[in-house]
């Protein structure tokens, strides 16, 4: 089939990659001139295990285009997608100005029926609105076409987005159109083998899905972060608990890692969109509202744990910190506990020496060059000369350290470890002082 997809961010550009591997024939709009020059030479504007390569196939073989020319890429697609960034805005609502301003362009050049599918995560109410600001485009240029509005949720996770979108687990259709949607079942059959994955229901419930889905997972760690703390205090280890609790499949495996703090593009705004779009239908969101506190009130913890250690304050210290990027296997930045951090740090006069195996260049846009940031090429760099660790990130490299030689070197000799990623005793044992998340045994 003949695809468009407005977008070439995270979800854009890999649900395009992965159409286009199955076969369809796929063009990819962005606005950015520099973006599209640079992807159509293959260069890959994000981190993402496996895209690259699949993006340079399936471009060398022409199933995969990058335009910025919205009219001819309006042109080609049976169907449209709606892949842009959604924002929050500054009291917390998702921003819908570019889904908007693609819902006008469409509106502007399509010349035949088509079926505009919303993939970015968007309020309830969002796919009548696209389909009205297209409905006054064509009657601004006085003609009638028969057009569908669909909403298809995406579920993919930073860092494993190729393998989600190629094995999804459920694929969510939002559609009262029969015709649209036997066009998207045509579409996503490729991914919809050997047992049926394809959840069909109204536009609005699978709006509302795709945020109750994030919303539940944020709770799920809130809700192991606040047993953390709880854990901490009462002389419990949170990982015991976990282990505890994991095995019952009404509780499940996932998603119950106490931590420094969900980040992210998604879970930080979509919780607040959420509780925003209750709050305007008179919903008093008091779950989500605590979900967001508990999840504040974690990314200041590391912080807390050091001021406990260092009780004259970090004024002066060297920290080695590992670790950047909200979670591993990314290069993302947003929302990453990691900022909360280094903020705190410098605020209180510490130094830092920070290494992230992706997130060095980001790291370096954001913060910029400042006396109290040394980027490091390596994990052992970060470490030189430096009082303590701290452990943000949990990239598989940062794992198992040689703890004997960090005790060497960290010259106050202490592990803040803010992924539970070590055995307590065994870093006491090489000398060190330990300090986990709910660790308080
Ligand atoms: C999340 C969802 O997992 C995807 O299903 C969804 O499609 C996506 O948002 C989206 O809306 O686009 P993502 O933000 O890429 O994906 O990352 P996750 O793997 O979900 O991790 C989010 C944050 O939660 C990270 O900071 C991670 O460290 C933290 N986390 C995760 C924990 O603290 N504990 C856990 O047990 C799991």
Known sequence: MRVTIF?????????????????HDVICVDIDNAKVEGLNR????????????MVKANHASGRLNFTTDAAAAIEHGDVVF?????????????????VLAVARTIGQHVQRAVVVVNKSTV??????????TIAQELANRRTTLVFDVVSNPEFLKEGDA?????RPDRIVIGTDSAQALEKL??????FNRNHERIVAMDVRSAELTKYAANAMLATKISFMNEMACIAEQVGADIEHVRQGIGSDPRIGWHFIYPGAGYGGSCFPKDVQALAWTAQQYGCNPRLLDAVEAVNAAQKQHLFELMQRHFPDGVAGKTVAVWGLSFKPNTDDMRAASSRTLLAQLWEAGARVQAFDPEATQEARRIFGTRDDLH????????????????????WKQFRSPDFGKLARTLKD?????????????????????????????
């Open 7 to 23: 977008g070439t961010g995270y979800v854009g550009l890999v649900t395009g990659t992965c159409l286009a591997e199955v076969g």
């Open 42 to 53: 293959g260069v890959i504007p994000i981190y993402e295990p496996g895209l690259e390569s």
């Open 82 to 98: 709606i892949a842009v960034g959604t924002p929050p805005d500054e009291d917390g609502s998702a921003d819908l100005k570019y």
């Open 123 to 132: 309020p309830v109410g969002t796919a009548d609105k696209v389909r009205a």
């Open 162 to 166: 190729v393998n989600d979108c190629m």
């Open 185 to 190: 079942k045509r579409l996503y059959a490729p």
């Open 375 to 394: 980027l490091c090429a390596t994990a052992s760099e970060a470490l030189q000369d430096a009082d303590a660790l701290v452990v943000v990130t949990e």
């Open 413 to 441: 000799k202490v592990v803040f470890d803010g992924r539970n990623l070590y055995d307590p005793a065994e870093v006491e044992a090489a000398g060190l002082a330990y300090y986990g998340i709910g660790r308080g045994r």
